[in-house]
């Protein structure tokens, strides 16, 4: 059985000369939470692959709620749900059992017209690998799935957006121009600029060093503070998790833990009661 969530305290851990993070909300309240204030849930969310001797349960069951406005970091040992859990809450990935749902719309009951359309118009994403079009300008990757949709981008939000992850001198520059960090905060910035309900980001560090990695994660905690956006990341990066607000820990295709407001170190303590397979030590 996955373990019970307990009530997350309010947020007290802040950098230096910080401003310390709004209050943290643990799954068990989240749940119960006004059906207005979530961005994305799953409700007895399970993922089978196989059949008989051969099957494999990647989700089990899993139930969780993501608040608008929330920075929720993903984790688990490899092979553990975490990649699987966000492809389904995201429509990227079908369920074979259970409900998930983007704001107040059942995405598991979707035909693929109208999935396809959600996914377009409310949710956003950032992948590892980037995925930018060599051949297009940075501004015309960031408003490129707005121009496929027939839609004019909001130039002040879009200006907003730019600015919030600095690149307004690189606007015109292909990506080859660019280098591996200023690429993935045009996808940063693809994702913001349609203002989607919600944003998920799949190891949106994974490619990058140590100091790329940390600007990106920057600009997604400054969209979160500044900007009201809502993510969901997928990670095995303790830094990388410490920004967010609240952590989720999978392990055999359930969540089986969380911190609220983790630090690195918190996040890296909690990870080594794993042990090699993925089970809780």
């Not at 688990?76 to 704001?103: K, N, Q, R, V």
């Not at 001198?169 to 309900?197: F, I, M, N, Y």
């Amino acid at each position: 059985m996955p373990a019970q969530s307990l009530p997350c305290p309010p947020a007290s851990r802040a950098g230096p000369g910080s401003e310390p993070r709004r209050t943290c909300v643990s799954t068990a309240t989240a749940v119960d939470a006004p059906q207005q204030t979530i961005a994305a849930r799953a409700q007895g969310l399970t993922k089978a692959y196989g059949s008989g001797e051969t099957r494999v349960v990647a989700l089990d069951a899993v139930q969780v709620s993501v608040r608008r406005g929330e920075f929720v970091a993903i984790m688990g040992p490899s092979g553990s749900g975490e990649s699987t859990l966000m492809h389904c809450l995201a429509g990227l990935d079908t369920a074979t059992s259970g409900h998930a749902f983007i704001g107040e719309t059942e995405i598991t009951r979707l035909k693929d017209k109208h999935l396809t359309q959600l996914r377009r118009d409310k949710i956003g994403f950032i992948f590892q690998a980037f995925n930018l079009l060599p051949t297009l300008t940075a501004l015309e990757n960031i408003t490129l799935p707005m121009d496929i949709a027939g839609r004019k981008p909001d130039q002040a939000w879009l200006d907003t957006v730019i600015d919030t992850v600095g690149l307004r001198d690189r606007l015109k520059h292909r990506p080859t121009e660019l280098s591996g960090g200023q690429q993935q905060r045009v996808a940063c910035a693809r994702a913001l600029a349609s203002r989607p309900e919600i944003i998920f980001a799949d190891e949106p560090t994974g490619n990058l060093d140590s100091r790329a990695g940390a600007e990106v994660l920057g600009f997604l905690r400054s969209s979160v503070d500044n900007l009201g956006q809502t993510i969901v990341m997928v990670t095995h990066d303790p830094v990388a998790a410490s920004h967010a607000d609240r952590v989720l820990f999978l392990a055999d295709g359930q969540v089986v833990d969380e911190l609220c407001d983790p630090s690195a170190d918190s996040v890296l303590d909690l990870m080594r009661t794993f042990d090699g397979a993925g089970r809780r030590s």
